[in-house]
């Protein structure tokens, strides 16, 4: 069977009789073709099978209207809505997106990031994978000054736009609020502290108890790497200590989640034996029985302002790569998993103030 013929700009133009010049423009929606005309030309090229060459087209404007995406999970409901709120700016910008997924490993990441530079996409917006040192894969992109905006999951670079929350605040306010609510034994569950959201989360739990006079005790911060299997061992842990712990904060609501139904299987009572604080405000926190307490991580709005960032950089190449953070508003939503008190109590509303510390 032979192919069948690729239809050009010129095979329109025979069939209508007008110029190729004309049809060109009228595909492009170009004013200078009257609306009739345009339309005519677009019901022709739809019958025909007509395909646009955007090779061609990008070679001519040095453009390939396509931006990429590194993301680390793609089971994520953060992750998932923050590509959400990329998406719907970069299409509204008439740009393509390319999703690249690095499955937590900077190996994947490093192909990714060459594989996006090399279909020479026009920006990358990118949130690190779990195990990333270095930003170094992302040189080709800053020597070409082609923008990059880093979100969630970041590194100290000078080059790159930055969007996240305050997580040191965030931690600070959880931990806040479990001593307000009478808790002494707070253990803290959290993953690769060389990411910066687990680091600065580690930071404002260890300043919250130090701020309220209680002990950092090493034995009941939990590194791992947040799967089902390592929160039930972590569970089994804290339940045979003495003392046990009577609170934990989670760096996920899903690892929260997994807590409450492994406590409650051994018999603990939440939040009156064991009081749980997750993190990022996914649609579970509200499903579970009890619901719980977390941090609010806007991650729709967190993909719209990265986007809206790297369209910026586009419309004004002087400005591509250079360094700022930008920082979202978060929040503590308190649910019951946490209220042994039968109070909410602010987050950070009592006792020595944050300020010196941010």
């Known amino acids: ?39 005519l030309i677009a019901d022709t090229a739809r019958k025909l099978g007509y395909r646009s060459n955007n090779f061609a087209t990008s070679l001519r404007k040095q453009k390939t209207g396509t931006i990429g995406a590194i993301i680390h999970e793609l089971h ?25 997924h690095s499955s937590e490993t900077m190996a994947k990441e490093i192909a990714n990031a060459h594989n996006l530079f090399n279909k020479r996409v026009d920006g990358l917006i990118a949130s690190l994978a779990y195990d990333t040192t ?8 800053f020597r070409k000054k082609i923008p990059v905006v880093f979100f969630d999951r970041v ?6 736009i930055q969007i996240v929350i ?24 959290t993953a690769n502290l060389q990411r910066n959201v687990y680091s600065e989360r580690l930071k404002g739990y ?27 061992d972590m569970v089994h842990r804290i339940v045979a200590m003495d003392p046990r712990p009577d609170a934990i904060f989670l760096t996920n609501d899903f690892c929260a989640a997994v807590s409450i139904q492994v406590f409650r299987e051994l018999g603990l009572r939440i939040p009156q034996d064991i009081a749980v604080v997750g993190f990022n405000n996914d649609t579970i926190s ?20 990265a986007a809206k960032c790297l369209i910026d950089q586009l419309n004004n190449p002087a400005e591509a790569n250079l360094h700022r953070r930008i920082v979202i508003d978060s929040g503590l939503i308190i649910r019951s998993s946490t209220l042994r008190t039968g109070r909410p109590g602010g987050p950070a509303a009592e006792g020595p103030s944050l300020a010196h510390f941010s």
């Open 1 to 39: 069977m032979s192919q069948e013929k690729e239809i050009t700009i010129y095979d329109i133009a025979r069939l209508l009789g007008i110029s190729a010049s004309t049809v060109s423009r009228g595909l492009q929606n170009h004013p200078a073709v009257n609306i009739k005309t345009r339309q």
């Open 76 to 100: 994520s409901e953060f992750v998932i809505s923050a590509l959400a709120g990329i998406e719907k700016i970069t299409n509204a910008a008439g740009y393509d997106l390319i999703i690249g």
């Open 134 to 141: 270095d930003l170094q894969h992302f040189e080709p992109f």
């Open 155 to 160: 590194e100290e670079s000078d080059n790159g």
């Open 166 to 189: 305050d997580n040191f605040k965030a931690a600070y306010d959880a931990t806040v609020h479990l001593i307000q609510q009478k808790c002494t034994r707070i253990a803290h569950s």
């Open 206 to 232: 260890r300043q919250a108890l130090q701020n309220y006079g209680l002990p950092y005790t090493p034995e009941w911060t939990f590194v791992n790497d947040q799967s089902r299997e390592a929160i039930r």
């Open 286 to 305: 509200q499903l579970m029985e009890p619901q719980i307490t977390t941090i609010n991580y806007p991650g729709n709005e967190i993909g719209e302002i």
